[in-house]
């Protein structure tokens, strides 16, 4: 073969393979349209009348039950692990645990002691840089639900506040 004969058979070949181009314009159109579908059986379907929309009434609840439940203030004053710089600091702390319900309250306000002894102990392993930022506070308060309600029953406590919290 000559050489002009290899270029227009490699000018063939190149003219028969196409590039194919991604345009994300076919997606946006489907996820639009499968969009515009659900949206329009659902309504279609409540419309009807067979499909039933939960009803809260919460009138129904009674004036305790609408209530939150605190077990009894827990207050700490103890010695924080050193931190990185080997600075030793104090934390006083006033917290109130949050009771899933009146038997929990019972509960936790029975298991106090049990309770303060094991915050106690997970605060004194901590240091000051453990309560550093929003993402630190937020992993103290979870570790004390933890611990508050492996001490009470599982469940008991639903959230920990921090009323007052100093460390020097």
Known sequence: MSEVSKRSDAGAGAERRRVRVRTPGKHIVLFALAVTFMLGLSTTAIRSGRVLLPDYD???????????????????LTDLAPDSTGR???LKARLKVVARDRK??????????FIQERVAFLLRGLSSEDFEGDVGM???????LKRVNIAAAPGAATDIIIEDLVIQ
């Open 138 to 144: 937020a992993r103290v308060k979870a570790e004390i």
């Open 104 to 113: 929990a309250l019972a509960e936790l306000t029975e298991r106090q002691p």
């Open 88 to 90: 030793a600091a104090y």
């Open 58 to 76: 919460l009138s129904a609840l009674s004036a305790d039950e609408q209530k939150t439940l605190y077990a009894p203030p827990l207050e700490f």
